[in-house]
């Protein structure tokens, strides 16, 4: 690898890598509120809407990313302008939200049905049960996914540069254009994907960490009340 | 677009670009495949170095974006087709994957199968091959149908650098037959189609052939 | 009963087996005669399963003798020996992805080349003799564990084993599947197989034992024949646990 390479075109490299952190970030908060409340209803499951919901997730997870991005860009774009980082954005929402929303329904559906049942006899309505008890506790059961999704999105941008949006990975082709030297460019891509992906899992085994010393303390505790029981 | 174009778009479509699609799909899984069970298996056996090696081969495939690999590997290899190139990414990404669903799948074999064998004196390969493996592939099957899934999604990449399949067939017609939407759209079926027979055979596999053999 | 003249199968000589720090078996010994039925008691943790597991191969030992009818047992030859010694595990083990059928076909076809048809007639005899005809094409989620463990030992048996081991064969089962693989044992018993038996199931013990072992902290305690084990034991730990086990 030549570092001359990456230091010459340091600019260009930097100005992805901010786009990259930048669509990483948008999309990740709007995927993740998306695939909740998608998750939501398709685990309530209301009539219509539910069969669209249901729908929508499985039509948005079964079909390429690649081929979601030029549809709506050279598609949809054609009757209405928008611009390209937006069309990113919703592609990477609507794509990876249709993940996420398969996720938190899991999640949901593995809680307790008890659970819904005190909230509601308690005089909750639907929707303050689904915000004040069940998405809370499966949010703990989905963390984990979650933030693999992350790193999933993450990579997912690197599509954006088919829609012309100078992320890194168009910044690491165009110096590999002009610089001939493959291996320091698409190298130096990889790496600082790698990079961000070992951070997120990195966070996600410090959460893991944190919740299984918390796991571990509250067996402890029931653990002694056995004992003190017995 | 009148029904004519259509029909001269849509046959484009499947006479010359899907050809390649399923051959992309074809190749890559076969490779996939293999690697996934061979370097799986390899993998639950836990051989020092030999294991940190493949951890690493794992990391990276799943770190890196595949379009960045795919990219790299049509700039740094002077030779061979863009057919190849394509095969030689998505095979070795998803074969990672399919490595780490094939290990998990040997840790959730019973020690006792395995000690079984040994004591009415089964081969080693043998037990693998008739008793551990198939018993593995039974259980891995939701989620390597998932990640075939994720394969026959992923093979559409091979479009950007140029490969003849459906999708890069499609966006050739786009100067002559400006219908982007519609055209797209097509695509989009195409592949939520062979995507959808593949989760629907997976269900299915795992309702019939799973569930009469190891039970839920 | 004279065991002078009748020969030796196993014979265990100042066996070591450690996990880590902790030691299992300690510098034990033990001769186990043809015909002979000898089962292994004691509290758990004591080193039954662990020698049964170490006469087979599954454990390797730190240091003493395993003799096999006069060869010593070593990782090079247990191959071959194992096709001689069969093994009936607490938690069955069938082969999960095979029918009954093949679960007693695969070993004697593959390993001992034996033809298939001939086997086919033995299993299903030895399958109606222990009282499941009608499985030899149940897969093994399809049994109940009475069921599974008279198939798991019709799968030792159709290795035509010199010797039986059997690790809590009736642990893992439900009270009223206990008798039907006990049933099954007995039979063997009375055929004059040798066999070595981890249980828990005093009454039966009594009733099948040639010789009794009581194991304890990774010791041999008492070996008496059955009928003084429940006679006028000295050892004040055996008369803990017997009075413990049988009152229970």
């Known amino acids: 690898m030549n570092f001359g390479v990456i230091i010459k075109y340091w600019p260009r490299l930097w100005s992805g890598l901010q786009l990259t952190l930048l669509y990483s970030a948008i999309a990740i908060v709007l995927a993740i509120v998306w695939g909740v409340l998608i998750g939501a209803i398709s685990y309530r499951k209301p009539p219509v809407i539910g069969q669209i919901t249901r729908a929508y997730v499985c039509f948005f997870r079964e079909t390429p990313l690649l081929v979601q991005l030029y549809f709506l860009f050279y598609g949809v774009s054609r009757y209405i302008s928008v611009p390209a980082g937006f069309i990113g954005v919703l592609a990477l929402v609507l794509n990876d939200g249709a993940f ?60 954006l540069m088919w829609i012309t949006i100078c992320e890194l990975n168009y910044q690491c082709n165009q110096v590999n254009i002009y610089s001939f030297d493959p291996i320091s460019a698409y190298m130096f891509g990889a790496a600082v994907y790698l990079a961000l992906f070992l951070i997120v899992q990195g966070v996600r085994r410090l959460i893991k960490v944190r919740s299984n010393r918390i796991d571990k303390r509250l067996n402890m505790k029931t653990n002694k009340e056995e004992v003190l029981n017995v | 677009m009148t029904w004519e174009e259509r029909f001269l778009v849509l046959k484009t479509m499947f ?34 170095v030999v294991d ?60 006792g199968q395995w000690e079984a064998a040994d004591s009415v004196g089964l081969p080693r390969l043998y037990t693998i091959t008739r008793i551990v493996l198939p018993q593995v592939m039974l259980v891995i099957v939701p989620a390597l149908m998932g990640q075939i899934v994720m394969l026959v999604k992923g093979t559409c990449v091979a479009a950007t650098i140029g490969c003849m399949d459906v999708l890069r067939r499609a966006q050739l017609l786009l100067p002559k037959y400006s219908y982007p939407l519609e055209i797209y759209a097509y695509i989009l079926v195409i592949f939520f189609v062979m995507c959808h027979f593949l989760t629907w055979l997976g269900k299915k596999l795992e309702r019939t052939v799973v569930k009469r053999i190891i039970g839920d | 009963m004279e065991n002078n003249d009748r020969e030796i199968v196993v014979s265990l000589q100042n066996v070591v087996k450690k996990f880590g720090h902790l030691t299992v078996l300690d510098d034990m010994s033990l001769d186990v005669y043809e015909h002979e039925t000898v089962v292994l008691c004691g509290p758990s943790g004591g080193g039954k399963s662990t020698l049964l597991r170490t006469i087979n191969g599954l454990e390797r030992i730190n240091s003493g003798k395993i003799i096999y009818r006069g060869t010593e047992v070593t990782h090079r030859n247990i191959h071959s020996i194992r096709k001689h010694i069969g093994m009936v595990f607490q938690s069955f083990n069938l082969f999960s992805n095979l029918s009954v059928k093949d679960n007693l076909l695969i070993a004697p076809c593959k390993t001992l080349g034996k033809d298939k048809k001939e086997m086919l007639k033995k299993a299903s005899d030895y399958l109606e003799l222990f009282g499941v005809a009608d499985k030899m094409d149940a897969y093994p989620h399809q049994l109940s564990g009475g069921q599974k463990q008279r198939i798991a030992i019709v799968r030792s048996l159709m290795m035509e084993p010199d010797l039986m081991l059997f690790d809590e064969p009736t642990s893992a089962l439900d009270p009223e599947m206990i008798k039907e693989v006990l049933d099954a044992i007995r039979r063997l018993s009375q055929q004059g197989m040798t066999m070595i038996i981890v249980t828990h199931e005093m009454g039966f013990a009594r009733e099948v034992a040639s010789r009794i072992c009581f194991l304890e902290s990774a010791k041999i305690r008492v070996d008496t024949d059955t009928k003084s084990f429940f006679g006028d034991t000295q050892d004040e730990r055996l008369q803990q646990f017997l009075s413990v086990i049988l009152h229970h």
Do not use: H
């Open chain 1, 100 to 159: 996420i929303a398969e996720i938190v329904r899991g999640g949901l559906q593995s809680l307790d049905p008890g659970q819904r049942e005190a909230a509601l006899s308690l005089g909750f309505n639907e929707f303050q049960t689904m915000i004040y008890f069940l998405i809370p506790q499966a949010w703990k059961k989905v963390l984990d996914s979650l933030i693999n999704m992350m790193s999933i999105i993450i990579k997912d941008t690197s599509m």
């Open chain 2, 15 to 48: 006479v010359q670009g899907m050809p390649m699609t399923l051959k992309l799909i074809g190749a890559s899984l076969l490779f996939a495949l293999l690697i996934g069970i061979v370097l799986g298996t390899v993998r639950s056996m836990k051989i020092p």
């Open chain 2, 52 to 111: 940190q090696i493949l951890g690493a081969y794992a990391l990276i495939c799943r770190g890196i974006p595949t379009i960045i690999i795919l990219l790299f590997f049509y700039a740094y290899f002077t030779r061979g087709t863009q057919f190849w190139i394509s095969v030689l990414a998505i095979s070795m990404v998803e074969g990672a994957y399919m490595m780490e669903i094939v290990k998990g799948g040997y840790l959730s074999v019973d020690k």
